[in-house]
């Protein structure tokens, strides 16, 4: 089992910055990937980014692309979130998720890629 925390959630102002960051606990050595996701109110949940073991491989939504960068701690257990010029449609529960054992041919876009998610942080962008 995993267990994910995710912090740095709050309340900023457009174009505006935060961080977040979410820490993995319990059977880390087995996560190949993990991710970022949101769940703008009223809408589905959404990919954000992901980060994979495997060369410290990254892919972005193209919402986020040249505005938020995803990284890794030295320990590989901890995933940030740089987010950067903050509009207001990046209102949003963000939601950490963790990818330890391949469950079916899933794309890593998709939330049934990964075993296991955090509880989520709200992040409010004000106009």
């Known amino acids: 089992q995993v267990q994910l925390a995710e912090f740095g959630g709050g309340l900023v102002q457009t174009g505006g910055s935060l961080r977040l960051s979410c820490t993995a606990s319990g059977r880390t050595q087995s996560i190949f990937a993990m991710a970022w996701f949101r769940q703008p109110p009223g809408k589905e949940r959404e990919f954000v980014t992901v980060?994979?073991?495997?060369?410290?491989?990254?892919h972005y939504a193209d919402s986020v692309k040249g505005r938020f960068t995803v990284s890794r701690g030295n320990a590989q257990n901890t995933l940030y979130l740089q987010m950067e010029s903050l509009k207001p449609e990046d209102t949003a529960i963000y939601y950490c998720?963790?990818?330890?054992?391949?469950?079916?041919?899933?794309?890593?876009?998709?939330?049934?890629?990964?075993?296991?998610w955090g509880q989520g942080t709200q992040v409010t962008v004000s106009s």
């Open positions: 998720a963790a990818a330890s054992y391949y469950s079916g041919n899933h794309h890593y876009t998709a939330g049934a890629y990964y075993n296991y």
């Open positions: 980060n994979s073991n495997s060369g410290g491989e990254t």
